[in-house]
């Protein structure tokens, strides 16, 4: 599905906001995994478009390569999928995601043979994401350094 800007930038402020709002009802809480719900940290925002490609992660069925990638604030990470089977590449925590809204609006399912890439990370920070349908396999966890 192509996104138009408008919808793009939607789409980022919901998540924005839902991330606001996760954060305020859970009080900002400690992180700690106790099995309830904790707050979320934004850890790096969106530009709101794709920006140039900083660095490519492939998914075969060994996991992520690489699993760490550094990018310049503005840029893009693409993931490709060799996988036979889909991937869904969400940012932590599990699973309340959003900690990196560019990964949430970019990203989606990618099935076997696709690619695509997040939106842009406005400031530097670290992204740390998981394939949403099998989120303990540390296989594919991974994390994205923005310089």
Do not use: K, W, Y
């Amino acid at each position: 599905m192509a996104h138009t800007p408008r919808l793009t930038t939607l789409v980022a402020g919901a998540v924005a906001l839902g991330v606001l709002a996760t954060a305020a009802a859970c009080g900002g809480g400690s992180g700690s995994s106790t099995g309830g719900p904790s707050s979320i940290t934004v850890i790096s925002r969106s530009t709101g478009s794709t920006g140039a490609i900083g660095a490519t992660i492939t998914m075969s069925s060994s996991g992520l390569n690489p699993s760490t990638v550094t990018v310049a604030v503005g840029q893009s990470v693409t993931f490709i999928n060799n996988d036979t089977r889909q991937h869904e590449i969400s940012s932590d925590p599990h699973p309340q995601h959003g900690s990196c809204p560019g990964i949430e609006a970019g990203l989606g399912v990618l099935t076997p043979g696709q690619s695509r890439s997040t939106q842009g990370f406005a400031n530097a920070g670290r992204c740390t994401f998981h394939d949403h349908m099998d989120d303990a396999n540390r296989n594919f966890q991974g994390t994205i350094v923005i310089q």
